[in-house]
Structures are given as C-alpha cells and as structure tokens.
C-alpha cells in the first residue's frame, strides 16, 4: 500500500479538521491555512511537553483530580484516562475515518494485556536475561495481535454495516468467553490475570514508579496519534474518507475499498493492541471486563462523547470519560450523596447512569460532541457539523 | 434418546425466550432500521415491576405469575413506545445516532435498576407444578419448559394474526418490505413506528417475567445476556423476519443446549462460530430480504 504523505498544506488541513465548508477556508488565503498546522505543532509539542512535566509539579485540581499531580494516585488515574484515549483514538480511526462501525474492538485491547501478560508467563523459565524475555513477550504479543486482526479483518470485512458490526461482536463476544472460561489456567478466568513481574523491568513496578508508567502511557498515546495523523493523511486514509461517504463511487474509479478497509482495520487493531499492552503494565494485570462487549460500547460512547468528526475529540472523550467515571465513584460514596432523599440518591450514587444520560443528552442535543462545541460556536450553526455517521450506515 | 429428547425440549424452552426478544428486534430493525440496544432494558424493567407486583398480591400462585405477565408486558409496551416517543423519533433517518442513544439508554438503565434493586440477583418463587418435572418417553423435562414454549407460540401466533389480519399489520409489513414505496402511498409510516416499538417491548416484558421464571432469579442483567443472543437470532433469521427470527431462536437454542452437553459447555462459542458462519456463507442472513 503506497503511503505518501500529501504535503500540499491547504489539502491536509482540510481532511485533518474535516471542516464541513472548505468555502470559508479557502477564502481565507493561502497564508492562514499555511501559518495554522504551525500553531497546531506547537501547541501539540507544548501540551506534550506540560504533561510530560506533570508528575514533577504538585497542581492540585480540587473535584477534578483525587490529589497533586506528582501523587501516584492521580498518575495512575490519568495514565489510565490516557491509555483509554489512546483506544478510543485508535476506535475513531475505524469509525470515524473509515466509517467501519466495530463492536469487536475491546477484543485487541485484551488481546493486547491478556496477549502480554500470558507472554510473560510463558517465557518466564527460559534462561533469557529479563530485558530480553520482556522484549520477546512485546513482540509477540504484537505480532498475535497482527494476525488476530488479519483473521477477525478478513472474514468480517467480507460483509458491510450492521453484518460487519455483527460479526465483529461475535468475535469479541468468542474472546469474551474464552477469557472467562479460563482454558488451562492461562487468562485466570473471572478472576482475572495478574502481571508476572519477573521479567518486566524494575522501572516499570511498584507505586513509587508510577510516574515511569504515567510517561510511557503518554508515549503510547502521542505515539498511537502520530499513526493515526500519518494514516489518516495518506492516500489509504482519504480512500478511506472517501470510501466511507461513497464506495460505489470509489469503486468506479477503479479502487479497491476492501485493502484499504483491511488495512486500516489492522493498524487500528494493532494500536488498541498497543494500548492494552500499556494497560496490562499500568494496572499490573487484567480483568475479564476489558473484553466485553460493554467495554466496546464504552468506547463508542467515549469517542462520540468528544467528538466523532476530530481526531482530539477521541482524546478529550477519553479523558473526560475517565476522570468523570472516577470522579462521579468518589461523589457516589460522599456524604452528600447519602443525605439526598432516595429518589435522587439512588440514581446519583450510580456513576454509570449519569454518564449514561450525559451521552443520551450529547447524542440528541450536541451532535458534534465536546470537540464540535467550539465549531458550533463560531459557526452559529444549529446543524450537525459533520454528517458522517450517515454514511456509516449505508 | 431421553437424553436428546431432554436436550431438544430445554433448547426449545431457552429458543422461546430468545424468540420473545428477537422478535421485537427484529420487527423493530426491519422496519426503522434501528439496531436497539435498549430492548434488554425494556425485558429487565418488566421483569423487575413484574415480579414486584407479582410477590406482592400472591407469592409463587398462579395468579401471581399471571399477573406479573400482565404487568410485565404493560411495562414493556410502555416503556418502549416512551422511548421510542421522546428518543428515537427526534433522530429520524439517523439510524447510528438511533442506535447510540438506545446503548445510553440501556447503559444508565442497567446502572440504575443496580442502583435501585441491588447487583444480587434476587430469588422469585413460582407455582409448584413449574417446579417439578413430566417424564416423556424416559426424559425428565422441568415443567417451566412447556410454559415457555407455549407462550412463545402463542406470541409468535398473535403477532403473525396482527400483522396478517389487520390494517395496521398490513402497514407494518409493507413498510418493511419498502418503506419509501408506502410512505409515497400517502401512508404516515411513521405512526406505526411507536406501534412496532409497543409490540416488541411487550414481547420483551412477557420474555422477562418469563425469564425470571427459567432462571429463577430477576437481576439487573437479566436483559443484557438475554439480548447478545436475541441479537445473533436475528442477524441469523434475518433481519426483518419473523419467521426466520423463530427458526433461528430454535436453531440456536437447540444447537447451544448440545454443544454445552456433548462438547463439554461451549454452546456459546459453538453459538458464536455459527453466527461467523451464516453470516460469511449467506450475508443476509436465513430469511432476510436482499440488501
């Protein structure tokens, strides 16, 4: 598959915002499109930098963060916020760029941290120094989780829309079962896996290196949107933009949509992949949850939470998601709570539930989702910013 | 042989509750095209207000269980013809969106039917005879079974009489069949949309108290296992179809009760393989109409 990257500025800011009107955006001048990827990489490169200095600051975010940033609670919680970004960016490349609407994707996740985690185990007699066991456990896990996806890709790729969504759910719901069913002892069932951490290097275990943990999440997550960035501005990703909104007509151009399908199903499977990897290290272990299909639908409602048409949205999504889902736990068992009279104490205390209306609430209302509130802003407009999900459909 | 007749009968009655869901499911996607994820809720709340009002005015009689069916499939009619009123319709034509909200919907009502009831499952009494067992040809089948199968016919009868003998049934199908076509008849399509939605729940509610009498316990994930295999029913029925909805309920119910006997529990995987199957050999699935 040819990958170049288009370097002509006005075309790739027009696909990385997915702006609805390039009208607007052309009129502005070849100067504002040229002078704003600039912004952009400089924003991106100091907001990288500021979290990367976080856990050496002590901010204290009362309500929104359990403590000062430089507490291992609070970097567990938002290496954790960052992994699930990571995953619901890797889900929004499917989704929201190829219009391939899973309910499989938690399976590479667990493929990922139960992949790793039973890696570890197996190698661990081998009379390898510890380095090269965990690099070899990488490896394989990546390339497990590489041929996983290019089984699952292949035969669910063969059908569209609600048959490929289908099938896809069956797969992970296949996963699902043999997690929980626990065959020979390897994903310890309900119970679930926990890291053997002979192999893993020092720097990666116990709560005193959990700011180690905290940079390499924010690794893999400026790592997975580097690949999305690149993906998603080569030629497989506009064939893949543009397959989503019209096949026939991509197909009588005389290209073939299902490589590009293919392709793009992997690097995102691979990526959630990459994060569960992350996961199974930060948690140190695995639950069976990962693999449900409720997880799945969590990310969904994580990415169109932020925002299905931006690639930030994903990131905003799964942060906020994150942090909320702590925060509303730790609201759940506060005093407060308790004192309110049953019929608002009885659904307040229940985390799910809030966020479960808030998405209904974002679905209906917001369309756009957290990313498309600035755009509904300037624009004014009441309509949906980016009609993609239509053809999602199709 | 009392073996497989047991097996074959236990398929059936589990097939009867699979059905009980897929056929709401399936009318539902056939008709709007909206996959809805919220039907497990609809079967859970039934199955909770049911088994409420049920315990309440006589405890594990059978004018208990009747009425908690009664109660069961009011609730669900309601509650999904709400949904329908005040969600759904506001999302006209966006069929993913459609789908989005009813996985909100089925996300904050499992959380909070855990909230209000508890995540133990609670233990419901029923009558005595459904408790006990009837042998046939050798095989000792649990009671609970007829029950299920026989209110799976009857639902499966009634809605076939509903669809076929009246004017609204006639609307439904042809709606089904080609929706622009009746729309461009001068026929508000859109009206019998709360109808489909007020069938199914009903169907659902009656599956719920109905499950809570299989299982033996009501629980805030009653509705959500149910549902997974509700919705490989109906993609291996066909989306659309009744009639394939109920032989792939059978299909499925029979086919999981030997893989759990003789392969040693792995109906569900077995289940699984044959949906990736169905679905790569005949993509619309046994009786679907052409995509």
């Known amino acids: ?394 | 042989m009392s073996t497989v007749l047991l097996l074959v009968i236990t398929g059936l009655g589990l097939g009867a509750l699979y059905f009980l869901v897929a056929s709401g499911l399936s009318l539902i996607y056939g008709l709007m095209g909206v996959l809805n994820f919220a039907h497990g809720a609809f079967l859970t709340i039934a199955a909770f207000l049911g088994w409420e009002v049920g315990r309440r005015v006589s405890d594990g009689t059978w004018w208990g269980l009747l009425l908690s069916a009664l109660v069961g499939m009011i609730v669900g009619a309601i509650v999904a013809a709400a949904t329908e009123y005040f969600l759904i319709r506001r999302l006209y034509e966006r069929h993913i969106e459609q789908a989005l909200v009813t996985v909100g919907l089925s996300l904050a009502s499992v959380a909070l039917f855990e909230g209000i009831w508890g995540t133990d499952p609670i233990y419901t009494a029923k009558p005595d005879w459904l408790t006990q067992t009837t042998e046939i040809l050798g095989a000792k089948i649990p009671n609970d079974r007829f029950l299920l199968i026989a209110c799976a016919a009857l639902v499966l009868g009634g809605i076939v009489l509903f669809l076929r003998r009246t004017r609204y049934g006639l609307i439904i199908r042809a709606g089904v069949e080609n929706r622009s076509m009746v729309t461009a008849l001068g026929i508000d399509v859109r009206r019998s949309f709360t109808l489909v939605f007020a069938i199914g729940g009903a169907a659902a509610g009656l599956g719920g108290v109905l499950a809570s009498v299989y299982y033996g316990y009501v629980s805030a994930h009653l509705g959500s296992v149910l549902l997974i295999f509700a919705f490989i029913v109906t993609v291996i029925g066909g989306l659309g179809s009744l009639t394939g909805a109920a032989i792939a309920s059978v299909l499925v119910a029979v086919l999981q009760q030997f893989a759990n006997f003789y392969l040693g529990g792995t109906g569900d995987l077995v289940v699984v393989i044959a949906l990736a199957a169905v679905l790569l050999v005949r993509p619309r699935g046994l009786m679907g109409k052409v995509a």
């Open chain 1, 1 to 394: 598959m040819n990958q170049q990257l288009t370097d002509s500025a006005p075309a790739s800011t027009g696909s990385a915002t997915e702006a609805p009107a390039p009208a607007p955006d052309g009129k502005a001048g070849g100067e504002a499109s040229t002078r704003r990827p600039l912004a952009l990489l400089i924003g991106g490169i100091a907001l990288v930098v500021v979290l990367a200095i976080l856990p050496l600051l002590a901010i204290e975010i009362p309500g929104v963060l359990p403590g000062p940033t430089y507490t291992p609670g609070t970097l567990q919680l938002l290496a954790y916020a960052m992994l699930i970004a990571a995953l619901a960016l890797s889900y929004r490349m499917m989704f929201g760029l190829a219009g391939l609407l899973s309910f499989g994707h938690a399976l590479f996740f667990a493929a990922g941290a139960y992949g790793l985690g039973m890696a570890l185990e197996y190698f661990a007699p081998v009379e390898w120094p510890s380095e090269l066991i965990f690099l070899a456990s990488i490896v394989v896990t990546l390339v497990f989780g590489i041929v996983l996806a290019a089984t699952v890709g292949s035969l669910a790729l063969r059908v569209t829309g609600i048959s490929f969504a289908m099938v896809t759910l069956a797969f992970a719901q296949a996963g699902s079962v043999l997690i929980r069913r626990n065959p020979g002892g390897a994903t310890g069932g309900d119970e679930g896996l926990s890291l053997d951490i002979a192999n893993v290097p020092d720097a990666l275990v116990g709560v005193l290196n959990t700011r180690n943990l905290y940079w390499l999440a924010l690794g893999i997550l400026v790592f997975v949107y580097l690949v999305v960035l690149w993906v998603e501005r080569s030629r497989a990703g506009h064939v893949a933009e543009a397959t989503r909104e019209n096949e026939l007509r991509v197909r009588v151009l005389g290209i073939r949509p299902y490589r590009v399908k293919f392709l793009i199903f992997i690097v995102a499977s691979t990526l959630a992949a990459i994060a569960g990897m992350g996961y199974l290290l930060l948690q140190s272990g695995a639950a069976p949850r990962i693999a449900t299909a409720d997880f799945t639908l969590t990310i969904l409602v994580i990415v169109v939470l932020g925002g299905v048409g931006y690639r930030w949205g994903a990131i905003v999504g799964g942060i906020v998601y994150t942090l909320l889902d702590q925060r509303l736990t730790a609201l759940a068992g506060s005093d407060f709570i308790a004192g309110l009279p049953a019929v608002l104490r009885v659904p307040l205390s229940e985390p799910l539930f809030i966020l479960g209306t808030l998405f209904i609430l974002v679905v209906l209302f917001l369309p756009g989702g957290i990313a498309g509130i600035p755009q509904r802003i300037r624009t004014g407009r009441k309509q949906h910013p980016v009609e993609s999900e239509e053809a999602a459909d199709a």
